[in-house]
């Protein structure tokens, strides 16, 4: 199975394609980061994020695509920006029939380091090993991306967004789900 990992951002998007082999081991496609400049109309940063995935999505033809999902931050100008190239990337996705999968951060973190609460640091040096690389891979969102296509391939059966919906949740999931819902009380 071939993954391509998302870690959306509107100015640094990182992307990850992941192959898993025997054993739980998993091999480095390719990794990098599509940019757009903060400077130029959102809609032509979206439209330049899109081109490069699309790109991505047929040089690789992933069998999935893992996006990072969105949840509340403080800077809502970041949330929005995140949530705008997720969109996108699900919708180039749909296109080709690749289903897409949303990750929690705790999730994705649980994953490759063992605790949900691991900082960025900790993730792409597990990524780094995981991956057997020579070098860590950088910036962080490209790391995040090859990570997110790695808790993709490792979660557990029933994982992803149909998950979310019903049984086979992984604890993050459940954590997850959990502060989505204090969230939504709270803004009420």
């Known amino acids: ?43 032509r940063r979206l439209v330049a994020i899109e081109a490069e995935v699309e790109a991505w999505l047929d040089r690789h033809a992933p069998d999935a695509v893992a996006v990072e999902r969105v949840f509340a931050q403080h800077n809502v100008r970041t949330v929005m920006g995140t949530a705008q190239v997720s969109g996108v990337v699900m919708a180039a996705a749909a296109r080709r029939g690749v289903p897409v999968a949303l990750h929690t951060p705790s999730e994705v973190k649980a994953a490759v380091t063992g605790s949900g609460r691991a900082d960025k640091a900790q993730v792409t040096s597990m990524v780094t090993r995981i991956l057997e690389l020579d070098a860590r891979p950088t910036p962080a969102d490209a790391a995040d991306a090859l990570a997110l296509a790695i808790c993709h391939l490792w979660r557990p059966a029933g994982g992803g967004v149909g998950a979310q919906r019903g049984g086979g949740r992984t604890a993050a999931q459940h954590a997850w789900a959990a502060a989505e819902a204090a969230a939504r009380r709270s803004a009420r």
């Open 1 to 43: 199975m071939r993954v391509l990992g998302v870690d959306p951002g509107l100015t640094r998007c990182g992307l990850g394609v992941v192959d898993a082999m025997p054993g739980r081991r998993v091999r480095l496609v390719e990794v990098g980061v599509a940019r757009s400049d903060a400077g130029e109309d959102p809609a």
